[in-house]
């Protein structure tokens, strides 16, 4: 049995409760009923509790008390919900009474979780019990008792996971609206998974999430059916984070919060204040936090609409599927407004956002094929990271779904060029893939990390220029590239030139970059067109 531990092993233990509660976020969802029925406590708790692993990861063999504060520092501004600031106070207890500390034994540890039993319970204006608090003060105090009879902190801990599986049974009958649902403390549930991982963690056992981990095995979950959104007194779920910049006192801002709604939780430290409260006017809690300093981050969501589309029946749920009016329709995957105009105008039935970087899954394309009106769909991915995703699409829905392996968007241009809807589909098939092989793709985007590659010594923040699947050149002029570019295009006799401009590229600037391929290829028709899309500031095709 365990007598104490470091900073390695804490270390591992709060990575093993960050993993746990990921593994049983869905659960924790389907039993959040309190506060409100919102269904998130999962994602927010899993949220909050993975950006103190993240951090962890990224510190070898740390103190104690250094383990501790960054688990701590990282939850405090990564927090969400009510159940994420309130896991997060928990650790901050925790890590405050680590500070200095080089082991951890029973005593101690005993301590910390009370510690932290009292930075959530000083910071939530009005306790409810029946909640992760309660949870988290009987575990503590049984602690306490446990350390008396036994300094192993193996022990205490183990102590305090029983006792806290106790007070979670108990939560049903605690609180009304648990009890309604016949369910246990979803936040309560979370810091029992918490607990229990930490306690694996001790004994050898780390936990980890699985890789393509499903978390299919809800058992327990709340009919949230049973509530109205007339059971939500405030309709806006805000939270934000203000840096510090005057010596105004919080308590202040806590009083005038506390008149405007309710859940209100009020974190500070040194550098940030950190709210969550639920209210009717989230304007009038911004207006009076801005004299505390400038916001670092805003979050408003509308609870009631929350719970309008976790309390659809299973039946709406349920894929709609067009019934067929014609024979063949097209989605295609691009990102961009501009991208989205040249794929409707040449016939497309559905866009479904996506591209690099930003990879729809098999469900995304699923839904946009089930909306079009037609027996055979086409799929366009247009990037070679999307293909297989959509591939899987044929056998999830009753429609034909055919795709066309475009790797690029001038491709998936391209293709659209030779469709026919009144053609087969064998023709179109044929004619789809052969367009692909007649367009030269040509891309500029920036180089995010300094690298060496094909040769080429890559800087951060260069740009980057590629031609097809392979780098063309690099260089801190984007100039510099397009002309090298237009040299290329006009060697290969190209003759059909069209420039897709970025987000972050203006329009005058657009137009010069079309004057240099239009001044080195003077026998080439080209056209400029604004794509709107992300990461690529231009994507040039040539035919």
């Known amino acids: 049995m365990r007598q104490t531990i470091n900073g390695a092993d804490f270390r591992r233990m709060a990575i093993s409760a960050a993993a746990s509660i990921e593994i049983h976020k869905q659960q924790l969802n389907e039993l959040n009923v309190f506060p409100v029925p919102d269904g998130d406590t999962g994602t927010n708790m899993s949220m909050t509790i993975n950006a103190a692993a993240a951090d962890l990861r990224k510190v070898e063999d740390p103190s104690l008390s250094k383990a501790a504060a960054t688990a701590a520092s990282a939850m405090l501004r990564g927090a969400r919900g009510n159940s994420g600031v309130i896991l997060s106070l928990l650790m901050r207890g925790i890590s405050k009474k680590l500070k200095g500390a080089e082991v951890c034994d029973g005593v101690l540890w005993a301590e910390a979780l009370q510690e932290g039993v009292d930075a959530a319970y000083k910071a939530v204006m009005k306790p409810a019990e029946g909640t992760i608090l309660t949870v988290a003060r009987l575990a503590a105090a049984k602690a306490r008792s446990a350390a008396k009879e036994n300094n192993y902190i193996e022990f205490v801990h183990e102590a305090a996971l029983e006792e806290a599986k106790v007070a979670l049974a108990g939560t049903t009958d605690m609180n009304p609206v648990l009890k309604k649902a016949g369910v246990v403390d979803a936040g309560g549930k979370g810091w029992v998974f918490a607990l229990e991982a930490m306690l694996s963690s001790l004994q050898g056992n780390d936990v980890v999430v699985p890789e393509g981990m499903a978390d299919s095995d809800v058992k327990d979950a709340a009919d ?320």
Request: glycine share 6%; aromatic share 8%.
């Open 224 to 543: 949230f059916s049973d509530f109205d959104t007339d059971d939500i007194t405030f309709t806006y779920c805000t939270e934000f984070i203000i840096n510090r910049e005057n010596d105004l006192d919080p308590e202040k801002l806590r009083d005038f919060l506390s008149g405007l709604g309710d859940s209100l939780v009020l974190v500070e430290d040194e550098e940030i204040i950190k709210v969550h409260v639920h209210t009717n006017d989230p304007g009038k809690a911004l207006h009076e936090a801005m004299d505390y300093g400038s916001f670092v981050t805003v979050k408003i969501e509308n609870m009631r609409l929350q719970h309008t589309e976790k309390v659809m029946t299973e039946a709406e749920k349920a894929p709609k599927i067009a019934e067929p009016e014609k024979a063949l329709g097209v989605v295609s995957v691009c990102a961009g407004a501009g991208l989205a105009d040249v794929f409707q105008n040449l016939g497309v039935d559905g866009i479904i956002s996506g591209g690099q970087t930003m990879n729809p899954s098999t469900q995304d394309i699923l839904e946009a094929v089930n909306k079009v009106p037609a027996e055979t769909v086409f799929v366009l991915p247009n990037n070679k990271n999307i293909i297989m995703a959509a591939q899987q699409v044929d056998a999830l829905t009753p429609k034909r779904v055919i795709v066309i392996p475009s790797k690029t968007v001038p491709q998936g241009v391209t293709a659209m060029l030779s469709f026919n809807p009144e053609g087969s589909v064998e023709e179109n098939v044929e004619a789809l893939t052969e367009a692909l092989g007649t367009v030269d793709t040509m891309q500029i985007t920036y180089a995010a990390r300094n690298s060496d590659f094909d040769g080429y010594d890559i800087h951060e923040g260069d740009y980057l220029a590629i031609y097809g699947s392979a780098l063309f050149g690099t260089s801190k002029d984007i100039k510099v590239l397009l002309r090298s570019l237009a040299e290329k295009v006009r060697d290969e006799g190209k003759e059909y030139v069209t420039i897709y401009y970025g987000e972050d590229i203006k329009e005058k600037h657009a137009q010069k970059a079309a004057d240099i391929f239009a001044e080195i290829c003077p026998d080439a028709d080209v056209n400029l067109l604004n794509g709107g899309q992300p990461v690529y500031y231009y994507l040039i095709s040539a035919e």
